[in-house]
């Protein structure tokens, strides 16, 4: 299989790395994500990794917990699930640096963009945690950001469904599947599935999005080799 994509932003959900079991880290998930990754790293592709913290931390959980607060406890879920996948894809051989919105040099490297670019040439994967470092920002919008940034050529997002849908397919059997949408779509159609300023990003960038299910065997792999599966979401209409 030959590579679409030269450079990509890959936006995994904290959730899914849990599995079905819900929280924490799914080892068996994790492993089929590092097998995709090593793949996909072989093929020349270069490789950024944005985590949520969801399989950990989530909002204010039902709390009262002040905003910036609660926000800040899921950045440090990041970190979490970002060494931890770091852990995972060295023991395949593969050098990975972690860099963090936030400092805490005595775990990661603080993200420098330049730094990320010279990863890039020595051939590592680059795990970016924290978020964009800001409350009242989600992950999505860190991953729009450094996709933004870096210059990546798509932003993948693996998540728990197949793609986006036009309302929640877990309680509506009769949902549809989008097989492309526009980000102009995204925000007027009021979709949950990318929030509106990470969806405003990429549009004024001009960085397609890719909205797929991890489950789904080697999707990484096939979203990288430009398969057609879950949804892509774009500047342009697609017939």
Known sequence: MKP???????????????????????????????????????????????????NFWRGRQG??????????MGMLATVMNSL???????QRGIPVRVQTALN??????????????????????VIIACGTGNPYCST?????QRACEIGADVLLMAKNVDGIYDSDPAKNPHAQKYESLTFSEIVAKGLKAMDATAATMCMENDIPVLAFG??????????????????????????
């Not at 929280?23 to 995709?36: A, H, P, R, T």
């Not at 805490?104 to 051939?123: D, Q, W």
């Not at 489950?215 to 599966?229: F, P, Q, T």
């Open 4 to 54: 679409k994509y030269k450079r990509i932003v890959l936006k995994l959900s904290g959730e899914a790395l849990a599995g079905e079991q819900k929280f924490g880290l799914n080892e068996n998930v994790v492993s089929m994500v590092v097998d995709q990754l090593v793949k996909v790293h072989e093929m020349g592709v270069e490789i950024a990794l944005v985590i949520g913290g969801g």
């Open 63 to 72: 709390t009262k917990m002040e905003r910036t607060t609660a926000d800040q």
């Open 84 to 90: 931890a996948m770091m852990d995972a894809i060295e």
């Open 104 to 125: 805490m040099i005595s775990v990661a490297e603080p993200y420098v963009l330049r730094k990320t670019l010279r990863h890039f040439e020595k051939g590592r994967i």
């Open 140 to 144: 999505d919008t860190a991953a729009a």
């Open 214 to 239: 991890l489950g789904e065997k080697d999707s990484i792999i096939r979203a990288v080799c430009g398969e057609n599966l879950g949804t892509l979401i774009s500047n342009h209409t697609t017939e």
